[in-house]
């Protein structure tokens, strides 16, 4: 299957209220597909380069390998010499922000209205028309006014005539000081946001978790040797029996009931959270290195939380991630827990987890496209009208996820909650996805501990037959079935869940 027809099977199933298709086939919407910082309130695309090339695949779509092929030409004017760090191309502005390790960096990639998002944010009473923020572009790439660029059609007397107004417009003498200083302030705003996407920061984390979990969850970030930060969400009694939680695609909501029901059960319980959950400006990482960064996770909360050994209990794709900890820790683990279990080979196949499949098969054949294609998608999927139509769908075919997704769009936060944790956790929702692609389920088999599998009955998604058959080809694999829960663990089925780990849990 080429690129073109996986991204036309994933924007198939991304509909506007009236029911239409959008298609790739616009440039805009493929072009977007590119790896985006955020700048002036909006996505723009964004590539890296190393070793004085741009970090892409071969064989891109025309619309998307056109602007890789120019962010290379300005790559490459920069090895030779090149000084100026915006260059005019197809009517981008590409700004260079290399870093301090030569050959590597950064083309941004701006149209003109990122372009006058940024001057309005810098010169708010500065008013560009159409024809002055084109020729703004090209004094910034410092093309001159009198030769112009190759594919400007205004006269040299017209561009004379509109370098005076765009020089009266921002009040300097001359157009050589509108270059210099309106493009040191694109400059700091392109530094700001790769800077900003580079840098750990929990105060998504921190605002998110203060407005919707209640009194009785915290919001921890412990950093390691490394200085690397590890967010982790506790909850239950300080001196309950301590259990590692590893979340799934996004973090459940709790509510009161469940913090209850921790204390009733004297269960305490860590949460370490992977790259980019709740942390949109976390550097980009690949599954490798995500999984990396949750092994050290696992080992902070246990070393300061749990002791010399600790219970993991992992849930959906999560599990891959226990397993490494586990296949590389062993003395450090006393039982391994896997609930909602994920298995991707015989799954069933519905229309209405066509979104999921898309992505999947993105991510097994072009891993470089994923996470703008989630963007892109979750960018209309998240419209008001939109968001509750596909959550309510996904899950129609169960009655136990239906109920829990009624819940949450209509009890926790009117939807808002799931809403703003997906927007937030992109980037971990990309490397969940290619977790699924191979869970490595039969290095489960050399493990010499116990393994817990809890599933639940009305699970439509790994139907129970599926799980079954797992669990008998573990040797030391138990299954435990959750009646009157499906794949979601919220609610009343996550306080099931509580309630087996309970009885599973040793006793310190």
């Given at each position: 299957?080429?690129?073109?027809?996986?991204?036309?099977?994933?924007?198939?199933?991304?509909?506007?209220?009236?029911?239409?298709?959008?298609?790739?086939?616009?440039?805009?919407?493929?072009?977007?597909?590119?790896?985006?910082?955020?700048?002036?309130?909006?996505?723009?695309?964004?590539?890296?380069?190393?070793?004085?090339?741009?970090?892409?695949?071969?064989?891109?779509?025309?619309?998307?390998?056109?602007?890789?092929?120019?962010?290379?030409?300005?790559?490459?004017?920069?090895?030779?010499?090149?000084?100026?760090?915006?260059?005019?191309?197809?009517?981008?502005?590409?700004?260079?922000?290399?870093?301090?390790?030569?050959?590597?960096?950064?083309?941004?990639?701006?149209?003109?209205?990122?372009?006058?998002?940024?001057?309005?944010?810098?010169?708010?009473?500065?008013?560009?028309?159409?024809?002055?923020?084109?020729?703004?572009?090209?004094?910034?790439?410092?093309?001159?006014?009198?030769?112009?660029?190759?594919?400007?059609?205004?006269?040299?007397?017209?561009?004379?005539?509109?370098?005076?107004?765009?020089?009266?417009?921002?009040?300097?003498?001359?157009?050589?000081?509108?270059?210099?200083?309106?493009?040191?302030?694109?400059?700091?705003?392109?530094?700001?946001?790769?800077?900003?996407?580079?840098?750990?920061?929990?105060?998504?984390?921190?605002?998110?978790?203060?407005?919707?979990?209640?009194?009785?969850?915290?919001?921890?970030?412990?950093?390691?040797?490394?200085?690397?930060?590890?967010?982790?969400?506790?909850?239950?009694?300080?001196?309950?029996?301590?259990?590692?939680?590893?979340?799934?695609?996004?973090?459940?909501?709790?509510?009161?009931?469940?913090?209850?029901?921790?204390?009733?059960?004297?269960?305490?319980?860590?949460?370490?959270?992977?790259?980019?959950?709740?942390?949109?400006?976390?550097?980009?990482?690949?599954?490798?290195?995500?999984?990396?960064?949750?092994?050290?996770?696992?080992?902070?909360?246990?070393?300061?939380?749990?002791?010399?050994?600790?219970?993991?209990?992992?849930?959906?794709?999560?599990?891959?991630?226990?397993?490494?900890?586990?296949?590389?820790?062993?003395?450090?683990?006393?039982?391994?827990?896997?609930?909602?279990?994920?298995?991707?080979?015989?799954?069933?196949?519905?229309?209405?987890?066509?979104?999921?499949?898309?992505?999947?098969?993105?991510?097994?054949?072009?891993?470089?496209?994923?996470?703008?294609?989630?963007?892109?998608?979750?960018?209309?999927?998240?419209?008001?009208?939109?968001?509750?139509?596909?959550?309510?769908?996904?899950?129609?075919?169960?009655?136990?996820?239906?109920?829990?997704?009624?819940?949450?769009?209509?009890?926790?936060?009117?939807?808002?909650?799931?809403?703003?944790?997906?927007?937030?956790?992109?980037?971990?929702?990309?490397?969940?996805?290619?977790?699924?692609?191979?869970?490595?389920?039969?290095?489960?088999?050399?493990?010499?501990?116990?393994?817990?599998?809890?599933?639940?009955?009305?699970?439509?998604?790994?139907?129970?037959?599926?799980i079954r058959a797992l669990a008998a080809g573990l040797p030391d694999a138990e299954l435990h079935v959750m009646p009157e829960t499906g794949q979601l663990l919220m609610g009343p089925s996550l306080r099931r869940m509580f309630r087996l780990l309970a009885g599973l849990v040793p006793r310190t």
């Open positions: 299957m080429s690129i073109r027809e996986l991204l036309d099977n994933l924007h198939n199933v991304v509909r506007d209220p009236r029911g239409e298709t959008r298609y790739w086939g616009d440039p805009a919407h493929s072009f977007n597909l590119l790896p985006g910082i955020e700048l002036a309130g909006q996505i723009v695309p964004a590539l890296y380069f190393s070793h004085w090339r741009i970090l892409a695949p071969p064989n891109l779509p025309a619309e998307i390998a056109a602007p890789v092929a120019a962010g290379q030409a300005m790559v490459d004017q920069l090895r030779e010499g090149r000084r100026d760090p915006c260059g005019l191309i197809n009517g981008q502005l590409l700004v260079i922000r290399p870093e301090a390790e030569r050959g590597m960096g950064m083309v941004v990639f701006l149209d003109m209205s990122s372009l006058a998002r940024c001057l309005a944010a810098d010169f708010p009473d500065v008013r560009l028309t159409p024809a002055l923020l084109q020729l703004l572009a090209a004094v910034l790439a410092g093309i001159p006014i009198k030769t112009g660029h190759q594919d400007d059609l205004r006269s040299a007397e017209t561009r004379k005539t509109q370098a005076r107004a765009l020089r009266d417009r921002f009040g300097l003498a001359t157009t050589e000081e509108v270059g210099r200083i309106v493009g040191a302030f694109i400059l700091r705003r392109v530094e700001a946001a790769a800077s900003q996407r580079q840098r750990a920061d929990s105060q998504a984390f921190h605002a998110h978790i203060d407005r919707f979990y209640p009194e009785g969850v915290q919001s921890l970030v412990l950093l390691g040797r490394d200085g690397e930060p590890c967010r982790v969400l506790a909850m239950g009694p300080v001196a309950g029996r301590p259990v590692i939680m590893l979340h799934p695609l996004i973090l459940p909501s709790i509510a009161g009931e469940d913090i209850e029901e921790l204390h009733r059960l004297n269960l305490r319980l860590y949460w370490p959270l992977r790259i980019g959950q709740l942390a949109p400006h976390d550097r980009p990482a690949s599954e490798e290195e995500t999984i990396r960064h949750a092994l050290r996770g696992i080992d902070l909360v246990r070393s300061c939380f749990c002791g010399p050994t600790a219970t993991l209990v992992s849930i959906a794709a999560a599990s891959k991630i226990a397993l490494a900890y586990a296949r590389r820790h062993p003395e450090r683990v006393n039982m391994i827990c896997t609930a909602a279990v994920c298995v991707l080979r015989g799954r069933p196949q519905t229309a209405n987890r066509r979104l999921a499949k898309s992505i999947l098969d993105i991510l097994d054949r072009t891993p470089w496209l994923a996470e703008g294609a989630l963007r892109i998608a979750t960018s209309h999927l998240l419209s008001e009208r939109r968001f509750r139509r596909f959550l309510t769908d996904q899950f129609a075919e169960n009655p136990a996820d239906g109920a829990i997704i009624r819940y949450e769009l209509d009890e926790v936060a009117g939807g808002h909650r799931i809403k703003e944790a997906i927007e937030l956790s992109l980037h971990s929702i990309r490397n969940d996805f290619a977790f699924q692609l191979d869970l490595e389920w039969d290095q489960a088999r050399h493990l010499k501990m116990p393994l817990h599998i809890l599933h639940g009955a009305q699970d439509s998604i790994h139907p129970l037959p599926m």
